[in-house]
């Protein structure tokens, strides 16, 4: 991520070259926006945030030939610092419940607007530790999830935090549960950020305490 006087590093990721252009036109207008890079597919999309290493990836996900939660993985796999926010035309809550599962740090309808984009950008860019969620309050009901970090952790999240409290390291819950060990920071930074933690076991305390998981003996 970017310390907050640095420039953020975005790799743009449209099939709809006018659109991105158009999105590249109004981030350029930010003194602390750089933009690295631009794809029209997911394949791309990956080889360019291994090469340029952006702090932000914006990404459409009704990209043709590319599958989004694929595309998420793969981007996370190859540029780990890096933070994914999606972007779409549709308040799916399944497809919004997955990709806050893969540890993204927003997901936004294409109806946002300008200003609220760029402050998005700019808090996952500098790591502020918010998870930004702008879609219909139907979608949002329906997926379980919250626009703001202080919001309940993911079905995904209790999980690699039950086995953080079995003394799992990051390679092992990895391991269990078929994701990175990249996918998996990302999940402790949103948990330590929605319990204020500041440890492991603090985490798993607080979870405990708050009834999410059970305490191991």
């Known amino acids: 991520m970017a310390a907050a006087t640095d420039t953020i590093r975005i790799l743009l990721v449209d099939d709809h070259t006018l659109l991105r252009e158009a999105v590249r036109d109004v981030l350029l207008t930010e003194d602390d926006f750089t933009v690295v890079g631009e794809a029209g597919d997911g394949a791309t999309a990956v080889g360019l945030a291994a090469t340029t290493k952006p702090h932000v990836v914006l990404l459409d996900v009704e990209m043709p030939r590319s599958k ?17 926010i999606v972007l779409s035309m549709y308040d799916d809550p399944q497809l919004v ?64 935090l039950a086995l953080v409290s079995e003394a799992m390291s990051n390679r092992q819950i990895a391991g269990k549960l078929s994701i990175t060990e990249g996918t998996v920071k990302r999940h402790l930074r949103n948990i330590f950020a929605k319990l204020g933690a500041m440890s492991r076991i603090d985490a798993v305390n607080k979870a405990v305490d708050l009834a999410l998981i059970r305490k191991r003996y």
């Open 68 to 84: 989004p939660l694929e595309t998420v993985e793969r981007l996370l796999q190859v540029a780990p610092k890096a933070r994914v």
């Open 97 to 160: 419940r997955e990709m806050l599962g893969l540890g993204i740090a927003g997901y936004l309808h294409k109806s946002i607007g300008q200003r609220d984009l760029i402050n998005a950008i700019r808090s996952a860019g500098t790591g502020e530790g918010q998870v930004t969620v702008s879609v219909s309050r139907e979608a949002l009901a329906l997926s379980g999830a919250n626009a703001e970090v202080s919001g309940p952790l993911s079905s995904r999240e209790i999980e690699v």
